[in-house]
């Protein structure tokens, strides 16, 4: 019986050399293939933490130099984060806050590389979305009215086409035409929450050109108007 065991086992072993003889380097080649893969997800991900927290603390740095009002020095931060954290969330964030500050201090030049920035780099919709409007209305505000709209035409996100809409109106209204005005109105009214206080800034230009936005049809005349 022992014997019998013996040549069983002897024929299992015999079978699983063969096995391995003949597959064995491609089962070998398949395991390195998915550990590398998985050592390579890993180490991409540490990376990108890594990245975050390095980014985090120069956003950090340079929030402190626009509260000190010390815009060299946020300018410098913001270049070094753009060399190094490119793709960092906070070095969209970082543009958008530089933006700002310089566009409260009149330097309209550094407002407008930061936005332009945002809007060719910026991989998250969101991030981009608010450039583009920011950099829309610095242009409209100089009165480049295509300039404007053509960054109104790149906003891919759904959830700004509220606030696209109201400023296409706005853009359609300074160049005197009305219906294009009126229809971008109409689109922005439609669109926003029926809850939102904006609606209402909305409906007070509809009415100033004569549309009751809350008619049937969208185009009655406001009363007193033509």
């Known amino acids: 019986m022992a014997n019998q065991l013996d040549l069983e086992e002897q024929e299992q072993l015999d079978q699983l050399k063969h096995f391995w003889n003949q597959y064995g380097n491609l089962i070998s080649g398949l395991l390195l293939v998915v550990l590398g893969s998985v050592a390579a997800w890993n180490g991409f991900h540490y990376w990108q933490r890594s990245q975050a ?18 815009m060299a020095l946020a300018q410098r931060t913001f270049s070094d984060m753009k060399e190094r954290y490119a793709s960092a969330t906070y070095t969209q964030q970082a543009a958008l806050a530089l933006a700002r500050q310089a566009s409260d201090k009149g330097d309209t030049d550094t407002a407008k590389s930061a936005l332009q920035w945002a809007v060719d780099k910026a991989g998250d919709e969101a991030y981009a979305a608010i450039a583009r409007l920011r950099l829309a209305n610095m242009y409209f505000d100089s009165k480049d009215y295509p300039q404007a709209l053509a960054l109104l035409d790149g906003v891919k996100d759904e959830s700004f086409a509220a606030l696209v809409a109201d400023r296409r109106g706005d853009i359609f209204a300074a160049q005197d035409k009305r219906q294009e005005a009126k229809s971008a109105y109409q689109l922005a009214y439609q669109k926003l929450d029926e809850r939102a206080q904006y609606r209402r800034v909305v409906q007070v230009k509809l009415n100033a050109m004569g549309v009751d ?10 009363e007193g108007q033509k």
């Open 53 to 70: 927290t390095q980014a985090a603390g120069m956003f950090d740095e340079m929030a402190k130099s626009v509260a000190a009002g010390d």
């Open 213 to 222: 936005p809350d008619a049937s049809t969208g185009t009655q005349p406001v």
